[in-house]
Nanobody
Framework: QGQLVESGGGSVQSGGSLRLSCAASGYTYTPSCMAWFRQTPGKEREFVSSISTGRTTNYADSVKGRFTASRDNAKNTLYLQMDSLKPEDTAMYYC?????????????????WGQGTQVTVSS
């Protein structure tokens, strides 16, 4: 059974930066899509970014130009570099894995999820 473990969350001031990591283990290597979602209390999980095995990236409009997703396939690790953070970026951030190599933006296509890491941005 595969496992995803996020790290790197924390508290920063507006304009600051954080780098999230997601370590994957226990998966048989197959082409996959890795993605980041975020969620705040009372709201649905929201797509943030995705990256394919071939490193094609996609971003939500709200983070485009500020966040950068990358992956190290040799280390089975996904990253999210978050710059120019805003208070509205405050959320629990989740790493997810999908066998859909088209990298859908809906959470229903992602079978595997990490436990989440909290990001808090103060003004």
């Amino acid at each position: 059974q595969g496992q995803l473990v996020e790290s790197g969350g924390g508290s920063v001031q507006s304009g600051g930066s954080l780098r999230l990591s997601c370590a994957a283990s226990g998966y048989t290597y197959t082409p996959s899509c890795m993605a980041w979602f975020r969620q705040t209390p009372g709201k649905e999980r929201e797509f943030v970014s995705s990256i394919s095995t071939g490193r094609t990236t996609n971003y939500a409009d709200s983070v485009k130009g500020r966040f950068t997703a990358s992956r190290d396939n040799a280390k089975n690790t996904l990253y999210l570099q978050m710059d120019s953070l805003k208070p509205e970026d405050t959320a629990m951030y989740y790493c997810a894995r999908s066998s859909y190599t088209s990298c859908p933006t809906s959470s229903i296509y992602y079978k595997y999820w990490g436990q989440g890491t909290q990001v808090t941005v103060s003004s």
